[in-house]
């Protein structure tokens, strides 16, 4: 069944390094697939590409003038030129090269859409929102139903996370909104709708006899996943973990979290995933439980 990503898939991994990426393709291969994408999904990835790294160097440059302006034994080299536009191109490039996505199923928007769209702000309908915004959900939504129509299998997997425009989140996660589902239904075409690519990699997970929960507990090192636990404690975590303090009247925070010894750690759940060249994908998900202190004293009134 061919597959449509929304950007903000992409957004939130530009690089591609999840797994579940590989799961995808591996999906697309073995059940001779195909990722669709609509142009409007390639011009906003392409535009927010642009943003991010626009925004990053413009930091960079920031903090290399500060730098630059103290006293100091060492020299900086200039900073090069970037062409935010040319970066971006690049970009798409290689993202359609690491996707197999060949020109063919890159899937124009049509003029023709927008009396449509005009007409779904005014009404408030799905996919845009209640105040008649998200014009690119609407083209996006409309280009789906045209390419699934044409199919001959009328039918396509949607993968975003956007679930206040597309989901349906007072049921499930994974359910498409029902105006969405009625309006798929009256033109014969039904699209399967998942929250992440975590959320579809579960739903098309294996199973190998061997590999149950007391196969993984033996196999993994808890001391090895304790010290990746630690490594992943920052600044960022400690200071969100401070603010989440409920304070009295006139209390205040001293100093930092003194972490207890306290550890403990457990398998909450677990997926695999077989590729076709017989390679095991494997998923955990552990809860972690930590102590710490904080001390807290109180202002003289």
Known sequence: MDIVLDSNIIRSDLKLVDKNFEILLDYLNSTNSKLIMPSIVIEEIHSLYQRAIKDSF????????????????FSLEPLPDINYQIEADEYVKSLKAKLNVMEDQIIPYRNEYLPEIVKRAINRSKPLDSKGQQFRDG?????MLDYARDNAKKQMIFISNNLRDFGDKERSRNQLD???????????????YYHSLLDFAKQHASTVDFINEGWIESAMDIHKLRALFWEA???????????SVELGFMENIVGHLDWSE?????????????????????????????????EVVRLAE
């Open 58 to 73: 413009e930091s960079l440059k920031s903090l290399h003038y500060k730098l630059n302006s103290m006293p100091k034994t």
């Open 139 to 143: 083209i996006l939504w409309l280009t």
């Open 178 to 192: 029902d105006e969405l589902v009625q309006e798929a239904e009256s033109q014969g075409v039904e699209f399967l």
């Open 233 to 243: 404690i920052d600044s960022d975590l400690e200071e969100e973990i401070l603010r």
């Open 262 to 294: 306290y550890f403990d750690i457990h398998l909450e759940e677990f997926f695999l995933y077989k590729k076709s060249d017989g390679t095991i994908l494997l998923d955990l998900t552990y809860s972690v439980e930590i102590e710490a202190e904080i």
